[in-house]
């Protein structure tokens, strides 16, 4: 039988049993690790963003100024409203003026 230190636990065993045991020690502490999560798109007043998904508005591929933001949905001028996840950035604000 051989022995092992995890986390200040003393373990014995086989040295398989240990082995399977280490590997599992490992696999539950990266388990605990954040992910990095990407920073939600932002969009701003004045973008030109595409729209990538129908949603009863604008068509597929047009190309429009955001006028509003509200949450995760922007405003176009005639009151069309679009999700995050149907429109894209094609031009910042920044980059425009």
Do not use: W
């Not at 949603?55 to 409203?81: A, I, N």
């Amino acid at each position: 039988m051989a022995k092992v230190t995890i986390n200040g636990i003393e373990f014995e065993g086989t040295p398989i049993e240990l082995m399977e045991l280490v590997s599992l020690s490992k696999v539950s502490e990266k388990s605990k690790e954040v992910p990095n999560k990407p920073e939600p798109r932002k969009y701003k007043v004045g973008d030109v963003v595409r729209i990538t998904r129908y949603q009863c508005g604008p068509e597929v591929g047009e190309e429009l100024e955001v006028k509003d933001v509200y949450g995760t949905t922007v405003t176009f001028e005639g009151h069309y409203v679009a999700d995050f996840d149907a429109i894209e950035l094609v031009t910042p604000t920044e980059a425009r003026f």
